[in-house]
């Protein structure tokens, strides 16, 4: 008694042909074992679950990211919009106190430049009386 079986031809007493597997003249021999299938169904069962965990981590993370990007552009907006207000309520404030020194002012600054203009108008009529002096004096 063998611990390999004898091949089926000599078994039937058929005759039994030598060639490749390509061929057909030979039967494809399959080695399964349960053990192995099992194996490589759990190993390739555990490489989906490590890619699937991987997956998943990088998929919080970059959610994760994508919260804390648009947390910081929220806050960026908020901020720049609170300046603006900041710059605009000075600019009415700043504006609001230049047209009150301008109305304070209004009746010294009329005065003011009232006084300039007679001044200048006083000269110049000096400086026409002097020259229309000078040319009564060159005339006689």
Same mark, same amino acid.
């Given at each position: 008694?063998?611990?390999?079986?004898?091949?089926?031809?000599?078994?039937?007493?058929?005759?039994?042909?030598?060639?490749?597997?390509?061929?057909?003249?030979?039967?494809?021999?399959?080695?399964? /074992?349960?053990?192995? /299938?099992?194996?490589?169904?759990?190993?390739?069962?555990?490489?989906?679950?490590?890619?699937?965990?991987?997956?998943?981590?990088?998929?919080?993370?970059?959610?994760?990211?994508?919260?804390?990007?648009? %947390?910081?552009?929220?806050? /960026?907006?908020?901020?720049?919009?609170?300046?603006?207000?900041?710059?605009?309520?000075?600019?009415?404030?700043?504006?609001?106190?230049?047209?009150?020194?301008?109305?304070?002012?209004? %009746? /010294?600054?009329?005065?003011?430049?009232?006084?300039?203009?007679?001044?200048?108008?006083?000269?110049?009529?000096?400086?026409?009386?002097?020259?229309? %002096?000078?040319?009564?004096?060159?005339?006689?």
């Amino acid at each position: 008694m063998s611990i390999t079986p004898a091949p089926p031809a000599k078994v039937k007493g058929a005759r039994f042909q030598h060639g490749s597997v390509l061929g057909g003249k030979t039967r494809r021999a399959r080695v399964s /074992s349960q053990w192995k /299938s099992t194996h490589y169904a759990r190993e390739a069962e555990a490489i989906v679950n490590r890619c699937e965990a991987e997956r998943m981590v990088r998929h919080r993370d970059l959610e994760a990211l994508k919260e804390r990007q648009f %947390g910081a552009a929220q806050q /960026s907006r908020l901020r720049q919009a609170q300046e603006r207000k900041g710059i605009a309520e000075l600019h009415r404030m700043e504006r609001q106190q230049l047209v009150q020194a301008q109305e304070r002012s209004r %009746g /010294s600054e009329i005065g003011v430049s009232q006084r300039a203009f007679e001044r200048a108008s006083q000269r110049k009529e000096q400086t026409q009386e002097q020259a229309h %002096g000078w040319s009564r004096g060159l005339s006689r």
